[in-house]
């Protein structure tokens, strides 16, 4: 008898390499990456520079010396159905996954360390439901400006490669940074790399600057945590 034919070589699995965005590449498109369903974990993480030089050496190191610095990550959502909100610790809004929003915010972190940081976790099973997501970040207390601070955002889909950027080094006295605008172009998820450092008017609240600045237009009240 002839000998039977070889069994076909077993299917070797997809390679995801991680996608860096930049200010030359600055979107990329989960569906196209293979980031449909699932969970969508957002984790930002950061540290506090040990050179100072510039108009933001005070502000650098006295956030040096505060333990307490405290980072919010945050997420403005707007839905197919027009309804509109925000994810975030202040006010104790840390939304739903399996219900509307389909965003949680899974704890409120202090230290910043990558092994933890603060999470943002979005439920990509509904993609449908989702016009575009806002992820900012905020300072609640520890200092006043993002100066000399590094912060590193990741994006880790459950299926898909992972994506990350860097912040800009902030040059303005801001305290509210708009990191990442998720769109849904006619069921093309794609992520936008923002790094957008904005400075409030007086008076006026980082949340309604980040409203400002991309046309949300809620109506806002003072939250604490």
Known sequence: ?????????????VRLTKVTLTKEAPAVSLTKQGGTSG???????WQVQKQFKGWGQRLGKAMAMHSDLDLDLGALFELRDGSKGV???????????????????????????????ENLTVNLDHIADFRRILVFVTIYEGARSFANLN?????????????????????????VCALALITNNGGDLVVQREARYLVPDRGVSPQRTLDRAYGWGMNWTPGRK
């Open 1 to 13: 008898m002839p000998p039977a034919p070889a069994a076909p070589p077993a299917p070797q699995p």
């Open 39 to 45: 969970a969508l974990r957002v984790n930002l993480n």
């Open 87 to 117: 994810v975030q610790a202040l006010g104790n809004s840390f939304g739903s996954l399996h219900q509307p929003p389909f965003i949680h915010l899974d704890g409120d972190d202090r230290t910043g360390s990558v092994a933890s940081g």
């Open 151 to 175: 912060a590193t955002v990741t994006l880790q889909p459950q299926h898909g490669a992972p994506i990350d950027f860097s912040l800009d080094e902030c040059t303005v006295p801001s305290n």
